[in-house]
């Protein structure tokens, strides 16, 4: 009976956990103008929008590890086939660290004939000692053409701690073609560092904390 409490108590721990980690979602529009967002240690604002895409159908989520961009850019609707996101993206003083790289992919691309799809970025590095300008660019226009490319990344030399991103979202077709495109990633790969405040303990972490506690008392116990 005691080994079935611990065991439902560990299960509501780890559900609680997994809650706390889900990935947040809004719109593209409500974004624009709107104030900053953190998640996973960084801070993203000063979102912009320059597409003939409405802003309104572009889904942003927030996740550990960056930004996805969903929307249904295509050929067929007229207006639907491209977007320019700005936004800036900044380590959490709170935890302090290094942004070391980046990396850009898509999916949910459909090329028929004469079409291709493509997203190119630009990252600024707006840090107090900036270093210079990065591009990451992705491409497909299925079988043959030129060299498809479904994922890139950057490595930033040195490491930055801010960011100001330009994305081109595009499609393309010729006559009685079609391309549409769905997914759009972003991904940070961030390096230690030291913030305002020590980073805070992981959930897990935590838990172990009493038994690490407990082995400690019973080492010391014994010794005596």
């Given amino acids: 009976m005691t080994y079935k409490r611990y065991a439902l108590g ?14 947040q979602a809004t719109t593209l529009a409500d974004l624009v103008g709107a104030g900053p967002v953190s998640s996973g240690g960084l801070i993203y604002s000063n979102f912009t929008d320059l597409g003939s895409l409405p802003a309104s159908q572009v889904t942003v989520t927030f996740t550990s590890k960056g930004l996805q961009f969903t929307a249904n850019w295509n ?18 003083p709170a935890t302090g660290g290094t942004l070391t790289s ?31 300008v990065y591009t990451m660019q992705v491409y497909y ?21 801010s960011l100001h991103i330009v994305k081109s979202i595009d499609v393309a077709a010729g006559f009685g073609s079609f391309a549409s495109l769905n ?13 305002e405040t020590p980073p ?25």
């Fill in 10 to 23: 560990a299960v509501g721990a780890l559900a609680l956990i997994a809650l706390g980690q889900q990935a």
């Fill in 75 to 92: 050929t067929l609707t007229p207006g639907h086939d491209s977007s320019v996101i700005g936004y800036d993206v900044a380590v959490d």
């Fill in 102 to 132: 980046g990396g850009l992919s898509f999916a949910g691309h459909v090329i028929v004939m004469n079409a291709a799809a493509s997203v190119g970025e630009t990252l600024t590095d707006t840090s107090a000692n900036a270093t210079g």
């Fill in 141 to 161: 226009d299925g079988p043959g053409g030129l060299a498809d490319n479904l994922s890139d990344t950057v490595n930033f030399a040195p490491p930055v701690t």
């Fill in 183 to 195: 997914f759009v990633d972003n991904t940070f790969v961030q390096g230690p560092g030291t913030g």
């Fill in 200 to 224: 805070v303990p992981e959930p897990m972490s935590l838990a172990l904390l009493p038994l690490a506690l407990i082995g400690l008392g019973l080492r010391k116990k014994l010794a005596r």
